[in-house]
């Protein structure tokens, strides 16, 4: 399968839900994102890094330095509390806006 374009403001949403549960650096995010996905989605780090940047300064996640698996240090990223919240409301947006272009496609 060839591999999938996000579309714009879908990172930031998969990044939330991948840090959800428990806090991450950005190389096991993106391996995260690709594993769930069954390795449709490549997340680069030219788009990772910036994204999660923005979503720090939004106040959506907050990051920390800690040591890697490999012993190495890493900046891991959890949500906040806004970051909860924000996911919550752009995952209901995402399914209603998937639910109505699915609809879209369906009928027309």
Request: proline residues 2%; aromatic residues 6%.
């Given at each position: 399968?060839?591999?999938?374009?996000?579309l714009?403001?879908?990172l930031?949403?998969?990044?939330l839900?991948?840090?959800?549960?428990e806090?991450?650096h950005?190389?096991?995010?993106?391996?995260?994102l690709?594993?769930i996905s069954?390795?449709?989605l490549?997340?680069?780090?030219?788009?990772?890094?910036?994204?999660?940047?923005?979503l720090?300064?939004?106040?959506?996640?907050?990051?920390?330095?800690g040591?890697?698996?490999n012993?190495r240090?890493?900046?891991?990223?959890?949500l906040t509390?806004?970051g909860?919240?924000?996911l919550e409301?752009?995952?209901?947006?995402w399914?209603?806006?998937?639910?109505?272009v699915a609809?879209?496609?369906?009928?027309a």
């Amino acid at each position: 399968m060839n591999k999938m374009q996000l579309l714009q403001g879908t990172l930031d949403l998969l990044i939330l839900k991948a840090v959800a549960l428990e806090p991450q650096h950005g190389w096991a995010i993106s391996e995260r994102l690709h594993q769930i996905s069954s390795a449709a989605l490549q997340i680069r780090q030219g788009s990772l890094y910036p994204a999660l940047h923005r979503l720090e300064r939004r106040g959506w996640i907050k990051a920390r330095w800690g040591t890697s698996d490999n012993n190495r240090r890493a900046k891991y990223y959890e949500l906040t509390r806004r970051g909860r919240a924000q996911l919550e409301t752009e995952t209901l947006a995402w399914r209603k806006l998937s639910a109505t272009v699915a609809h879209v496609l369906d009928s027309a």
